[in-house]
């Protein structure tokens, strides 16, 4: 195979990336304005926090119902925000937790950088934690944040409490066509990368200001889209190829922290199969099905969420059964 063929594939690689992309953005807002949007409050609009040395991103932090409440740690989705993958549970899990997320670099109003990488992803989510005053927290997960969170505990074990990982896997290429696909990716993204980070913080210069007032009197689904399209297209390639060099099949047996893993059992974005592998190589997990498809947190709520607010309580539980080892409360 020739340079310019390899260069050839390579670029149709990073182009379908970001129509397929472009198609799941397009799909949920077909769904949210066909109004298939959950009844749940809008959530209150995050605030700019600076990163010393890293960067401003924006997070949301809920209180819960006490000051020593446990705290959960919130990691989104691709092409979503920490309020867009999480806003149909933030207000059952605000009543029993504090509840933390945020946007992750390249993503919404997310920290702007030359590169994106799950190390980079994991080390904000600390830096966060350490701007909050927040020692230790369960880290939850949901799929590309599940990659996050894994990476989180290998990086700072001493900062997990334990982990809930959604619809998720310890790595994203198995077969042959997906390891030429993500190959083709990562070459493409050589020679785009700069280009990328500039379409993605032009667009992030473009949102508007979150406000009080505003969010106050967002409609849900106007919100649901706006937050939708605060992440530029132009991120997609870049991270989807970082997620084809995930795996964490190497050292995801060594978890030792309460672990639940939620699996939905219709998935076609991340293969069943591959969450079930997930779930046998932690020692000890807690494996809960929803029968529903990767978007089950939104468009399969009525199922999806008993199922989920169990598995979280249950890591909680077994964290606090543990002693002088607990959840630190912020």
Not at 102 to 124: M, N, P, V, Y
Not at 142 to 154: D, P, R
Not at 253 to 271: E, F
Request: net charge neutral.
């Amino acid at each position: 195979m020739t340079f310019e063929t390899i260069g050839r594939h390579s670029a149709r690689a990073g182009r379908s990336a970001t129509r397929v992309g472009g198609r799941l953005v397009v799909r949920g807002l077909r769904r949210l304005a066909d109004g298939a949007t959950p009844d749940v409050p809008v959530p209150p609009p995050a605030r700019p926090v600076d990163l010393p040395g890293r960067g401003t991103t924006h997070v949301l932090d809920l209180p819960g119902p006490t000051p020593d409440a446990p705290v959960l740690l919130l990691m989104h989705g691709i092409a979503t925000t920490g309020p867009l993958t999480w806003f149909s549970v933030l207000d059952d899990l605000s009543r029993r937790y504090r509840v933390v997320t945020f946007d992750q670099r390249w993503h919404g109003r997310g920290i702007l950088s030359e590169k994106f990488t799950l190390d980079d992803c994991a080390d904000d989510a600390v830096a966060v934690l350490d701007a909050l005053g927040i020692e230790r927290a369960v880290v939850v997960g949901y799929s590309m944040g599940g990659a996050s969170a894994q990476v989180l505990w290998h990086r700072h074990p001493d900062r997990v409490a334990g982990l809930v990982l959604c619809s998720t896997s310890a790595r994203w290429q198995g077969h042959l066509g997906e390891r030429v696909f993500f190959l083709m990716l990562r070459m493409a993204n050589e020679g785009l990368l700069s280009v990328a980070a500039d379409k993605v913080q032009a667009h992030a210069s473009a949102l508007p200001p979150l406000g009080d007032e505003a969010a106050a009197d967002a409609d849900l689904r106007a919100w649901c889209m706006a937050e939708l399209r605060s992440t530029s297209l132009w991120s997609l390639p870049v991270v989807m190829a970082e997620l084809g060099r995930f795996d964490a099949t190497g050292w995801i047996g060594d978890v030792t922290v309460p672990t639940g893993v939620l699996i939905t059992a219709r998935d076609r974005a991340i293969p069943t199969e591959r969450q079930r592998q997930l779930a046998a190589r932690i020692p000890g997990a807690i494996v809960r099905y929803s029968p529903g498809g990767h978007a089950s947190l939104v468009f399969d709520i009525p199922r999806w969420k008993p199922v989920f607010l169990e598995v979280v309580d249950e890591v909680v539980d077994a964290v606090a059964e543990r002693p002088a080892r607990g959840v630190v409360s912020g």
